[in-house]
């Protein structure tokens, strides 16, 4: 197995064609051994070049409501009564630190994009 640290673009590339091939190595098998670690190395530069931006509070919010299935009704517990959750859905109202704190314990949203200055 000859396995290097990916450092340019054409690193990249190249490592991403071999992954490819070996999508279909069963685990626990040289080649599953090396999809792995490939995986990792990718996993490692795209972190390092790729930085990906935050969403801001709302998208958050909105992006969790609709993966789950949720309504107005159910942000009540964490936002306050339904017309401070249109206000915030809105961009009519910030979210205060208490709003932070139960949406990022009760839908698991990153805090960093909770707090996150709107767009």
Do not use: W
């Not at 098998?29 to 070049?49: F, N, S, V």
């Not at 409501?65 to 009519?92: A, C, F």
């Not at 139960?102 to 709107?118: D, F, N, R, T």
Request: aromatic residues 4%.
């Amino acid at each position: 197995m000859n396995i290097k640290p990916i450092k340019t673009d054409a690193d990249y590339h190249a490592v991403l064609k071999e992954v490819e091939s070996l999508m279909t190595a069963e685990p626990n098998t040289p080649e599953g051994e090396k999809l792995d670690i490939l995986a990792t190395l990718i996993e490692a530069y795209e972190c390092k070049h790729f930085l990906l931006d935050l969403p801001d509070p709302v998208e958050a919010i909105k992006f969790e409501m609709e993966q789950k299935g949720l309504t107005v009704k159910d942000l009540e517990p964490m936002i306050g009564k339904s017309n401070r959750v249109y206000e915030v859905l809105n961009r009519r109202r910030s979210l205060t630190l208490r709003m932070i704190q139960k949406l990022h314990q009760e839908l698991g949203i990153p805090a960093e994009s909770l707090i996150k200055q709107p767009t």
